[in-house]
């Protein structure tokens, strides 16, 4: 006999979210987590909120965020969605703050804070890892079985049925059998290797801002054993970070937005893009690609004395020097290409109104690439440059599933006990843009879903 | 500050600027928003905002063992010791504070030989009146109690002013006299809510997804000990100018006030001392353990002597029963301003300007 009803591969916020609702109808849950304790929780120790439809403003919420909005928000970035599953997601989405808080889960008040993000998304009061303390403490108490360090090396799957995982933890290997499997270990980011599969040997320049268990040994062993796979291999979310960011695990730290207040110039001293293009918040997602096609895969910002204070300041401290030429040297940049390089941006610039709030009329004239608002000369000491290199968030390749969060295997049939909820399915809903907070809604959703139909399956 | 202190909190407070998760917490975060940079007196100020409730420690991404190993109670609790010695008068006794222990120990063998002295020897009154000041005249009482007290309050002044002046309140408007602006009760109310213990939530973390209200509760029953004890004595002062002279009856005012004052003293400081153990060592600083337990250890201690003496006031025990109380409070009364009761100063200080701060970004 089994001992599990349910087995949970993968402990993040869609896995304690499958492990939680399958407990809640009685099944006999193990968690699997690949990391160790201190670093539990996948890439939801990274995230900060959760983006979710509703009617009326509530105590951490504000106004109303209509489903037909979040879905006109979704397309806009996403490239194109399974418009079912994306609606199902929408739709549940309203439920699961309340859900949440019975988790213990805590949220920050809407009324205060420097969040501009108020009215779609829900905040995690201390973020995602306060968010997963308290999964993992509720899982504790109702009495779903929690392992760390236990990597999934394994399946046992026959004709689209599982039957049991090999679980590796340091030295030793045991199997674990359960009636049912939720597969929810996120993407292969952190797997350098399968990176470079993608991206040629520029990968090995890319930084992984979360975490480095995301290694996709599930995703392979899954479309190994004939599962459909889903969303563009190539696709990754990847934003700019400070070349100085640690290989793994940097976070939100490492992030950079002085992008928009100055110039961006790659090693051979030359501007490559519309620096000014549109608002931050909808291009800062670009900039990573932007970078990974430049030579050496970084590029450098510089900005002068005016946009000291306008962006947020970054975990590094900024090489500062008195001259274009000493900041170009600083940089290991050659210098009198930067200097002719802001030489001639400065000249481009056309006077205007300058407002960091709007696409303002500040503009370079018969410059190429343009830079279309918030064009300023870079002529006050002192100057400030940061390197920056692209960060990559998370990956869009994943598994089929159905709206009951069933894996599709490529045969075409559902596989009979195999579900799906997170990151690992998020390509079913995003292609290959997403809006801020949308991963957790997709991993809170789904994995309800799956553990209430493992668990019914086991049943 | 130390130079390697400077530098920590300068790395700890960087690394919560550029992530801002921990925002709603409490005001240490919103605090930091303001600026961008941190020096000696921003650090300073922030250290003594913090409430080491420790929530921000597990909520942390970047907490060790991750390499950027920030810890952030900890860390400030660090540079708060170091302020209590660069606010001290006199400075060169700024040492008491890494050597709590060994200090608060002398201070109670030096106050119990000045009143054996000062009581010529233990002898209770034989009517068993509970005459206290047949033991030790009322007028040598005043003047030593009030020749402390005055010193005691001058090192709180000078402490004060120091702090304040290094605060940097000359941007604040309100903080100004010449404004005449005032920034509400706000810090009042928080000192005495204790609301950044979380008061309005869901009380304070002892560990990982462990919260309780209890170190909440224990402090308010020292803290109001503490203040109805000092109301006790004022009360009896002013009874004693109008003639009405101790031992008082147990219905009298003093003796109320002072009853109630001893068992929020006893409750308050033996539940702070029990909680002690149970808390996550991670979330103080160990050097600090002799600071905290010498400060609580006094305070029960007083509190049990003057009970005793209140309900054995009658019996011959009284007149040892006095000179050990009378020691107690004479010890814990000079090692004030060289112990962890300063934290209570510098915490509400740091809450007006933070209130002050608040207002004028509104």
């Given at each position: 006999m089994d001992r599990y009803d349910v087995a949970v591969i993968g402990g993040g916020n869609a896995g304690l979210s499958a492990a939680l609702t399958a407990r809640e109808a009685g099944a006999r849950v193990i968690v699997l987590e690949g990391a160790p304790r201190d670093f539990r929780g996948g890439n939801s120790r990274h995230t900060r909120n959760l983006r979710c439809a509703h009617a009326q403003p509530d105590a951490f919420l504000t106004g109303a965020y209509p489903e037909d909005e979040f879905f006109a928000d979704l397309l806009r970035v996403s490239g194109g969605t399974d418009e079912p599953l994306a609606r199902l997601v929408i739709g549940r989405s309203a439920g699961c703050p309340a859900w949440m808080r019975r988790y213990g889960v805590r949220f920050q008040s809407s009324l205060r804070g420097t969040l501009h993000l108020g009215r779609t998304n829900a905040f995690f009061l201390g973020g995602g890892k306060a968010l997963m303390n308290s999964y993992y403490a509720a899982a504790t108490r109702a009495g779903i079985d929690v392992r760390y360090d236990a990597e999934v090396v394994g399946l046992d799957i026959s004709g689209g049925t599982f039957s049991a995982a090999t679980v590796r933890t340091g030295d030793r290997t045991e199997t674990i059998r359960a009636k049912a499997v939720v597969l929810a270990a996120g993407g292969f980011e952190s797997n350098i290797d399968w990176l470079r599969e993608a991206w040629g040997p520029a990968a090995d320049n890319f930084i992984i801002r979360g975490t480095p268990y995301n290694r996709g040994t599930l995703l392979r062993l899954m479309l190994d054993a004939g599962a459909q796979a889903i969303g563009d291999p190539k696709a990754c979310h990847a934003i700019a970070v400070d070349a100085r960011a640690p290989r793994f695990d940097g976070g939100i730290v490492t992030r950079l937005d002085s992008i928009p207040f100055g110039i961006i110039v790659n090693n051979d001293g030359e501007r490559f893009y519309d620096?000014?293009?549109?608002a931050w918040p909808k291009r800062y997602a670009t900039w990573g690609s932007l970078i990974a096609a430049q030579p050496e895969q970084i590029a450098f910002s510089i900005v002068d004395a005016k946009a000291i204070g306008r962006f947020m300041p970054s975990v590094f401290p900024p090489v500062v020097a008195n001259s274009i030429r000493e900041l170009a040297a600083a940089l290991a940049l050659p210098a009198q290409k930067v200097e002719s390089t802001v030489a001639t941006f400065n000249r481009a610039v056309r006077p205007g109104t300058f407002n960091p709030d709007t696409l303002d009329d500040c503009r370079t004239e018969g410059l190429l690439p343009p830079k279309s608002h918030w064009a300023q000369r870079i002529d006050a000491p002192p100057f400030w440059g940061y390197p920056l290199r692209p960060g990559i968030t998370f990956t869009y390749l994943g598994l089929k599933v159905d709206a009951g969060a069933r894996v599709q295997m490529a045969s075409g049939d559902a596989a009979a006990n195999i579900y799906a909820a997170g990151e690992i399915m998020a390509g079913n809903v995003l292609r290959k843009g997403y809006v801020a907070g949308i991963g957790m809604t997709i991993g809170t959703v789904f994995g309800r879903i799956a553990g209430e139909e493992a668990a019914r399956h086991a049943g | 500050m130390q130079a390697e202190t400077l530098r920590l909190g300068q790395h700890v407070m960087t690394v919560c600027n550029a992530c801002r998760y921990c925002e709603q917490y409490c005001p240490v975060f919103p605090a930091m928003e303001r600026r961008l940079t941190f020096t000696e007196t921003d650090l300073n100020y922030l250290a003594n905002l913090c409430h080491n409730c420790g929530e921000c420690l597990y909520a942390c991404q970047y907490a060790p063992p991750h390499e950027f190993g920030i810890n952030v109670p900890r860390t400030l609790a660090r540079i708060r010791l170091q302020s209590y010695e660069e606010y001290c008068w006199p400075r060169v006794v700024a040492g008491a504070f890494r050597h709590h222990g060994i200090v608060t120990a002398c201070a109670l063998v030096a106050a119990l030989v000045v009143m054996m002295l000062l009581a010529g020897g233990v002898t209770a009154p034989v009517d068993g009146s509970g005459n206290f000041y047949a033991v030790i005249p009322h007028h040598v009482m005043v003047t030593l109690f009030g020749g402390v007290s005055i010193f005691v309050l001058a090192a709180f002044g000078v402490g004060m002013r120091r702090f304040w002046r290094n605060?940097?309140?000359?941007?604040?408007?309100?903080?100004?006299?010449?404004?005449?602006r005032i920034w509400g009760l706000t810090p009042v109310r928080d000192v005495l809510t204790l609301r950044h213990l979380h008061a309005t939530g869901v009380d304070c973390t002892t560990a990982e997804e462990t919260r309780s209200p209890w170190r909440r509760w224990f402090h308010h029953c020292t803290f109001y000990g503490f203040l109805l004890c000092f109301a006790s004595t004022t009360v009896a002062a002013l009874y004693h100018m109008t003639g009405s002279v101790a031992p008082y009856a147990y219905t009298s005012l003093p003796v109320i006030l002072g009853t109630s004052g001893g068992i929020g003293l006893l409750v308050g400081p033996a539940g702070l001392f029990l909680l002690r153990a149970r808390r996550d060592p991670a979330l103080g600083d160990p050097a600090q353990d002799g600071l905290d337990e010498a400060f609580i250890l006094l305070l029960l201690l007083t509190s049990l002597t003057g009970l005793a003496l209140l309900v054995l006031?009658?019996?011959?025990?009284m007149g040892l029963l006095l000179v050990v109380h009378l020691s107690t409070v004479l010890a814990l009364f000079v090692t004030l301003p060289y112990g962890k009761f300063v934290h209570g100063l510098y915490r509400a200080a740091a809450l007006a300007k933070f209130a002050a701060e608040e207002q004028n970004d509104r």
């Open positions: 620096e000014g293009e549109d | 605060l940097d309140t000359s941007r604040i408007r309100g903080l100004t006299p010449d404004t005449g006031r009658h019996q011959p025990v």
